[in-house]
């Protein structure tokens, strides 16, 4: 196992640097290397867990925050302003930012989702397929489009802003989410995505149906675990963490 460093880094972007932090393993020069997107109005600290276990087996992982939707609000922007898309875009800023760090690895390159940053991988992943080695998607919300449409089902009444969505105080999203989660490729993005996907889910989850994961896992061709007992929101222990990087054959 390897002891790992905490790196500050801004990573540049179009509407202003994106924060993150790089968990370096010591001593390693050249590796597979992990991004790890956080969910809706969560916080790069959410994956920073998940992100120290699979540093510590050597490989160096990067979390950061995404405009607007985080509540450390790191990176600026305004929650109104951010989308599944907008994510989108800034998620494949990382990836380009990564893939030219002296550390990584360019063909062994991973993302790693939780919730809605699952879903915004899943769009990324698909749209840099060629340059992502694989995906580790933890509980991803990809029961959004389903509960937005249901919620909106028409365009013409969705208001400028929703205070406070999904009763998370403070989280007040704009007509773009709406519209953007409704609209978003996820099932053609799933359909196109031909790389190795291991995807883990809790069976006490309310917000996202084990179900929702393991039919993913299963369109992706991919491995599904069970974490039996965990509810929305956990990170990967030491064991699942070994078992995802077997999976990718990186150990």
């Given at each position: 196992?390897?002891n790992?460093?905490?790196?500050?880094?801004?990573?540049?972007?179009?509407?202003?640097?994106?924060?993150?932090?790089?968990?370096?393993?010591?001593?390693?020069?050249?590796?597979?290397?992990?991004?790890?997107?956080?969910?809706?109005?969560?916080?790069?600290?959410?994956t920073?867990?998940?992100?120290?276990?699979?540093?510590?087996f050597?490989?160096?992982a990067?979390?950061?925050?995404?405009?607007?939707?985080?509540?450390?609000?790191?990176?600026?922007?305004?929650?109104?302003?951010?989308?599944?898309?907008?994510?989108?875009?800034?998620?494949?800023?990382?990836?380009?930012w990564?893939?030219?760090?002296?550390?990584?690895?360019?063909?062994?390159?991973?993302?790693?989702?939780?919730?809605l940053?699952?879903?915004?991988?899943?769009?990324?992943g698909?749209?840099?397929?060629?340059?992502?080695?694989?995906?580790?998607?933890?509980?991803?919300?990809?029961?959004?489009?389903?509960t937005?449409?249901?919620?909106?089902p028409d365009?013409?009444?969705i208001?400028?802003?929703?205070?406070?969505?999904?009763?998370?105080?403070?989280?007040?999203?704009?007509?773009?989410f709406?519209?953007?989660?409704?609209?978003?490729?996820?099932?053609?993005?799933?359909?196109?995505?031909?790389?190795?996907?291991?995807l883990?889910?809790?069976?006490?989850?309310?917000?996202?149906?084990?179900?929702?994961g393991?039919?993913?896992?299963?369109?992706?061709?991919?491995?599904?675990?069970?974490?039996?007992?965990?509810?929305?929101?956990?990170?990967?222990?030491?064991?699942?963490?070994?078992?995802?990087?077997?999976?990718?054959?990186?150990?």
């Amino acid at each position: 196992m390897f002891n790992v460093k905490e790196i500050e880094i801004k990573i540049p972007y179009k509407e202003g640097n994106l924060y993150g932090v790089l968990f370096m393993p010591e001593t390693v020069e050249k590796a597979a290397c992990f991004i790890c997107s956080h969910g809706i109005y969560s916080s790069y600290q959410m994956t920073s867990l998940s992100a120290k276990e699979i540093a510590a087996f050597g490989f160096p992982a990067v979390c950061f925050d995404f405009r607007g939707c985080s509540y450390s609000n790191k990176s600026g922007g305004k929650c109104e302003d951010a989308s599944v898309l907008s994510e989108e875009e800034e998620l494949e800023a990382v990836v380009e930012w990564m893939r030219v760090q002296p550390f990584c690895d360019s063909e062994k390159l991973y993302l790693l989702g939780q919730s809605l940053g699952g879903f915004v991988s899943a769009l990324a992943g698909a749209e840099k397929q060629n340059k992502i080695a694989g995906m580790l998607l933890m509980y991803p919300a990809f029961n959004s489009k389903q509960t937005v449409e249901y919620m909106f089902p028409d365009n013409d009444k969705i208001p400028d802003v929703i205070p406070d969505f999904m009763n998370l105080p403070g989280l007040n999203i704009g007509r773009r989410f709406i519209s953007d989660a409704k609209s978003a490729p996820l099932d053609e993005a799933i359909a196109s995505f031909k790389k190795p996907v291991y995807l883990i889910h809790g069976t006490a989850d309310r917000l996202v149906p084990v179900e929702t994961g393991q039919r993913a896992a299963e369109a992706y061709g991919g491995k599904f675990v069970i974490a039996e007992g965990a509810e929305h929101g956990f990170n990967l222990t030491h064991e699942q963490a070994k078992d995802a990087l077997e999976y990718f054959d990186l150990i």
